[in-house]
């Protein structure tokens, strides 16, 4: 089955720097690589997605990257604001299928 | 989006018990899920809640302890059963219609003591 990996675990940035999260997939067959920020006591929210027939998506100060030659993906986030501290998950899947998720990565953004 | 109420919020439950969760979408969904979610986590697929058959579990999920209902395309239930301790969990529902983006609900917190 699909495997998800997530870098890197924790994420600590200064207000205004970028932050960047990697992941990397294990099914070739995965043609749908969504990117979740969930914040203390909700259920994750989704940003931003992508799907296997485009390499890059962009909306405003986030923007994420896809590599299906390597089987990896990544999300920027830009100009970063406190309010972007959370907790963010990439998941990836095939078809209708469920979510795999990675480990998720603690991003901290200092004011 | 759609949007999935989930209920309760919360729970502190006695070991032995049972408590049932569920979850209501605003729209019909082709595909319901139900994930695990330990505190500091990442989420871990308990089921696919297949309307009107018998639900799907992953490895090491059986029907015994997670029954699992969805009597129509809007609606969901997870019953965890014979409650311990190692239950203790956030427990979320998620839905989707065909390949579109999964949604999910606010999510259960369960303390078993």
């Known amino acids: 089955g699909e495997n998800v990996e997530q870098h890197p675990s924790t994420l600590s940035v200064q207000e205004g720097d970028s932050a960047v999260i990697k992941c990397t997939y294990s099914?070739?067959?995965?043609?749908?690589f969504p990117w979740y920020k969930q914040e203390l006591g909700k259920g994750p929210q989704l940003i931003i997605d992508i799907r296997s027939n485009v390499g890059e998506k962009k909306d405003q100060r986030i923007a994420v990257t896809l590599n299906k030659t390597a089987k990896h993906f990544s999300l920027h986030i830009t100009e970063t604001q406190p309010e972007d501290s959370a907790v963010y998950f990439c998941a990836a899947s095939k078809g209708n299928n469920d979510m795999r998720f990675g480990a998720g990565t603690r991003l901290t953004v200092k004011p | 989006s759609a949007v999935i109420s989930q209920k309760p919020s919360r729970d502190i439950c006695q070991r032995g018990t049972s408590l049932t969760i569920q979850c209501q979408v605003d729209s019909q969904v082709t595909m319901m899920f139900w994930y695990r979610q330990q505190p500091g986590q990442s989420l871990t697929l308990i089921a696919t809640a297949n309307q009107g058959s018998e639900a799907t579990y992953e490895s090491g999920f059986v029907i015994d302890k997670f029954p699992i209902s969805r009597p129509n395309l809007t609606f969901s239930t997870l019953t965890v059963s014979n409650m311990s301790p190692e239950d203790s969990s956030i427990y979320l529902c998620s839905g989707r219609q065909g390949t579109t983006e999964a949604f999910f609900g606010q999510g259960t917190r369960l303390t078993v003591v």
């Open positions: 099914d070739s067959a995965s043609n749908y």
